[in-house]
């Protein structure tokens, strides 16, 4: 009997596939180096679940799991399948558990307020709903729109506006989890004493088991927001202000500096039209302007270094952009105070138009990427975080092990009084997809141990999938041990997300 047969015996009431077409449609999550495989026309050697199941309930669920133990299956939950660092890569003896029909949300307490929710709930249409009952979960990452509430806690997700309401941890309240057994755990952050387990489950990537449901705590929307936008010499002198401003107890909600040529990027209007391919054209072959681009990507020093002798100054200084939401006058007392404390480094007020511009893009992020691929480069970030006293030696280390092989910008997008997130961007070519794989590869490499050799972190909010999983240890040390025996303990025939 094969797979989709016992299971199907043994879960009846769940619905399942082992079709061609969803086994493809799963093999993958959105890592960019899935896409230079395929790319490089290796589709037919990518991984592929064996089948796909879809519970609609947590028993449900929770039947899957026991069938997986007990057939000595893998299992691998998945949300929408966005995540940037190859955290899913199934394979033929592998079921993937699609939680996108537990999307039910189970209560709205306006009295807490907590919002009770299941993990499939599609990030945008969930964030609408509260709003419309005047409230806001404050969680805004850029895959909003392509997103999970269950994959927000697996990867440990920020949100654009973490200045005012934290990370994702911050927002949860209570998790419900099935563990490697098929047991179901309803976990609180209520516990008036002992070990707080909810903290272990969220950034654990489906290795202790399968979240189902969580509550997360809500806030008022905001009825009032100022907008504030600054030019400085450099990015040094941005980030000073930007340290000075949290530690002086300031939490913009959104808070986005840009490097001198990301920032000259955004105020030529750098994507001035929406791409569309023809009808009937999936592959549309390169103009001229994508080989030229292509052309010059091969040659990322060159570029890099033209760029760092231009200088800050000469390039328009770097950008901050600054949002502050609330309720009354506090967002414009706050903005008012910002432009002092930005006026100590020399930061220059440039009006509200940068950052409500910002606004009006904030999304359109993740869909940049495909004309990147389309011109025969590729196109990664990479986003790490450190210390205000470690952020210079972070954002020079990283920038330096990468400017030889590939193009790289870079902008800080979340802070916090005691230290920053630094988010790299990198594009790069070469003159055949094999050649671009092993670039690409050897740019992470070098990115990965400068930015831990600077006494940085191997992720800020992106997760680590298999992209970081090799130098896990390196980061944690003795810790590894540790996350290995939780392991151990959540799932002892090690079938959750393996690899």
């Given amino acids: ?82 995540g940037v660092c190859g955290a899913v890569l199934p394979d033929a003896g592998t079921v993937v558990l699609d939680l996108k029909r537990m999307s039910s949300v189970r209560r709205l307490d306006p009295g807490a307020p907590r919002l009770d929710v299941e993990a499939g709930a599609m990030g945008i249409s969930l964030e609408e709903r509260v709003q419309r009952e005047g409230w806001t979960i404050g969680h805004f990452p850029s895959s909003i729109l392509c997103s999970t509430v269950g994959g927000w806690l697996a990867a440990r997700g920020a949100g654009q506006c973490s200045g005012r309401y934290g990370k994702i941890e911050d927002m949860v309240a209570a998790i419900e989890l099935i563990d490697g057994e098929g047991e179901v755990h309803h976990l609180s952050r209520r516990t008036g004493g002992g070990v707080d387990l909810t903290p272990l489950i969220i950034g654990s990537e489906g290795t202790l088991g399968v979240i189902t449901a969580c509550s997360l705590r809500l806030h008022p929307r905001p009825a009032t927001h100022a907008y504030a936008s ?90 901050l952009v600054l949002i502050f939401e609330g309720q009354g006058d ?94 790299f961007s990198f594009v790069g070519a070469a003159a055949s997809d094999d050649e671009a794989l092993r670039l690409y590869e050897a740019a992470w490499q070098d990115a990965l141990r400068a930015a831990l050799e600077a006494g940085g972190t191997l992720s800020h909010h992106h997760g680590i999938g298999r992209s970081k999983a090799p130098r896990l240890g390196a980061e944690l040390g003795a810790g590894i041990d540790v996350v290995r025996g939780l392991m151990r303990a959540f799932d002892p025939g090690g079938l959750m997300n393996p690899g």
């Fill in 1 to 82: 009997m094969d797979l989709a047969a016992k299971l199907a015996r043994a879960c009846p009431g769940v619905e399942q596939s082992d079709a061609p077409v969803d086994r493809l449609a799963y093999g993958r999550d959105l890592w960019p180096r899935h896409h230079l495989e395929v790319r490089a026309g290796r589709v037919v050697e990518q991984s592929r679940p064996g089948l796909i199941a879809w519970p609609t309930s947590t028993a449900q669920a929770a039947e899957v799991v026991r069938f997986c133990r007990a057939e000595g299956v893998a299992l691998v939950p998945f949300g929408a399948g966005s």
């Fill in 330 to 423: 506090e967002p414009h007392d706050d903005a008012a105070r910002a432009t002092r404390l930005a006026a100590l480094t020399g930061g220059q007020p440039t009006g509200e138009g940068p950052a409500r511009r910002w606004l009006q893009h904030r999304y359109s992020i993740s869909y940049r990427q495909s004309v990147v691929f389309r011109s025969g480069a590729f196109s990664d970030t990479f986003e790490v975080a450190a210390p205000w006293s470690r952020l210079k030696a972070l954002y020079e280390g990283v920038h330096r092990a990468l400017e030889k092989r590939v193009f790289v910008m870079a902008h800080l997008s979340h802070a916090y009084p005691d230290g920053c997130s630094i988010y």
């Fill in 230 to 319: 600054f030019r400085f010499a450099g990015l040094e002198e941005g980030w000073e202000a930007l340290r000075a401003m949290f530690q002086a107890g300031l939490r913009p909600a959104v808070a986005r500096l840009y490097d001198p040529f990301d920032s000259l990027l955004a105020r030529q209007g750098s994507v001035k039209r929406e791409h569309r391919v023809p009808p009937g054209e999936e592959h549309p072959a390169p103009g001229a302007g994508h080989t030229v681009l292509g052309r010059m990507l091969r040659h990322p020093a060159w570029i890099n270094h033209a760029i760092e002798g231009l200088g800050g100054p000469a390039l328009g200084g770097s950008t």
